[in-house]
Structures are given as C-alpha cells and as structure tokens.
C-alpha cells in the first residue's frame, strides 16, 4: 500500500544553519504531496504543498519540491531559527482518496540559539 | 471561525469505561477525520466522514465508533477503553482546493486509559 517515510530525528541544529528532512514515498498515481508541521503542545498546520510532479511548495522560507522520479518531497530551509524547533510530517494524499491523509513518522527538529 | 475544536483537551479513563470525544468545526466542509497519533508512528487514520450521514472506516478503527448527523460535528465514541488506546486524538476538517484537499486540524485530546 501507500506509505511515507521520513529521515528520523531527532535533528539538533544551530541557529542559522540549513535544514534538510528527507522524505520518500511509495504509491500508485498521482499523490499530492504535504509538509505538515506541529509546534509543542499544538495540533498540526499545513506548512506547504504540491500537487504534481516537479512543483515546488513554499512557505515561511521552507521549499519542498515533488521529485517522481525519485518519489521524493525532501524539506529544506536555508537558515533555521529557533522558532523552527517542531515536529514535521511529511504526508501524502493519493488520488480519488478524498482528503485521507498517510504520514511519515515524524522528524523533531531542534534548533540552538 | 473557531476552526476545528476538540473537547476534552485531556481525559484520563479506566479500562473498560466508555467516552465521546467532541469534534466540530465552523467551516462547511464536507470532509471530517479522526487520527490518533503515537510515538514513532506519525498519524494514523481512524474513521473518516465524507459528508452527514456517511462514515468509513480508516487505518485503525476497532474500539472506535463514529456517526455524522451534521456537517458540523463529527463525535469519536470508544466503546471500552483499552490501555492500547493511550494516544493523542486529531480531529480534522478538509477543504477542496482543486484537484486536492487541504486539511485542518484540531488542537488534540491527550487520553490516558489506565
């Protein structure tokens, strides 16, 4: 079946430095493809999309680019803050699946001063 | 708009008591979800509502029931808690926007089934 996977954390980064989380996935189709992220003691928020093949989402200084040849959507940032420390899931919806969502495990990310 | 809001914020049960966990959302969308998330584990769907009156089963439903009576409300029922259950719940409402859906999530319930 379909399925996501994310680089495990977590990631401990300086403040400034750049941030990559893999992500891959497997399905058949189409999926779009989603960045989720969930600050402490919060519920997830839609951090960026794309929905098909070579299109890149952004957000916040976030891109995300939807690679089918390598069923990638891998999360960068140039310079992270310590604002960015979260949780961040990557997740994909398949096509004619409504609005159902299957998500990596996760990736905390920690970012120093 | 509220968005989507979930009651309780955090439930403590024994095992074998029953609850509802409360979910409603103010945007008129049709589609409605219930995740539970785990550790190490992402979220995993449990039941799903394209519309009032029409649930599915998603990832994980045993010991969860779930109705649609409106589109603004979409109760999670566990039946007989079971200490499996531990997890914290996501309820979600999903938007269209053309040839995908962008989901909006609850703040959560952390529930503890000792």
Same mark, same amino acid.
């Given at each position: 079946?379909?399925?996501?996977?994310?680089?495990?954390?977590?990631?401990?980064?300086?403040?400034?430095?750049?941030?990559?989380?893999?992500?891959?996935?497997? +399905?058949?189709?189409?999926?779009?493809?989603?960045?989720?992220?969930?600050?402490?003691?919060?519920?997830?928020?839609?951090?960026?999309? !794309?929905? @098909?093949?070579?299109?890149?989402?952004?957000? @916040?200084?976030?891109?995300?680019?939807?690679? @089918?040849?390598?069923?990638?959507?891998?999360?960068?940032?140039?310079?992270?803050?310590?604002?960015?420390? !979260?949780?961040?899931?990557? +997740?994909?919806? +398949? +096509?004619?699946?409504?609005?159902?969502?299957?998500?990596?495990?996760?990736?905390?990310?920690?970012?120093?001063? | $708009?509220?968005?989507v809001?979930?009651?309780?914020? &955090? #439930?403590?049960?024994?095992?074998?008591?029953?609850?509802?966990?409360?979910?409603a959302q103010d945007m $008129?969308h049709?589609?409605m979800?219930?995740?539970?998330?785990?550790?190490?584990?992402?979220?995993?769907?449990?039941?799903?509502?394209?519309?009032?009156?029409? %649930?599915? #089963?998603?990832?994980?439903? $045993?010991?969860?029931?779930?109705?649609?009576?409106? %589109?603004e409300? &979409?109760?999670?029922?566990?039946?007989?808690?079971?200490?499996?259950?531990?997890?914290?719940? &996501?309820?979600?409402s999903?938007?269209?926007?053309?040839?995908?859906?962008? #989901?909006? &999530?609850?703040?959560? *319930?952390?529930? *503890?089934?000792?």
């Amino acid at each position: 079946g379909d399925s996501v996977t994310q680089m495990e954390g977590p990631v401990t980064l300086s403040e400034e430095a750049f941030l990559t989380i893999n992500c891959t996935y497997t +399905a058949t189709g189409y999926p779009s493809l989603f960045w989720y992220v969930q600050y402490p003691g919060e519920g997830l928020q839609l951090l960026l999309k !794309a929905t @098909k093949a070579d299109d890149k989402g952004s957000n @916040k200084g976030f891109e995300a680019t939807y690679r @089918k040849e390598t069923t990638s959507f891998h999360l960068e940032k140039g310079s992270v803050q310590v604002s960015d420390s !979260a949780v961040y899931f990557c +997740a994909l919806s +398949a +096509a004619n699946q409504g609005g159902k969502l299957i998500f990596g495990q996760g990736t905390e990310l920690s970012v120093k001063p | $708009n509220a968005g989507v809001t979930q009651t309780p914020k &955090f #439930q403590v049960l024994k095992t074998g008591q029953s609850m509802t966990l409360q979910c409603a959302q103010d945007m $008129n969308h049709e589609y409605m979800s219930w995740y539970r998330q785990d550790p190490g584990m992402g979220l995993r769907l449990i039941h799903y509502s394209v519309g009032a009156g029409i %649930t599915d #089963q998603g990832e994980v439903p $045993n010991g969860y029931n779930v109705s649609r009576s409106t %589109t603004e409300d &979409f109760p999670l029922r566990l039946l007989s808690a079971a200490p499996s259950q531990t997890s914290v719940y &996501f309820c979600a409402s999903s938007l269209e926007t053309g040839s995908t859906y962008e #989901q909006y &999530f609850g703040p959560g *319930t952390r529930l *503890t089934v000792t």
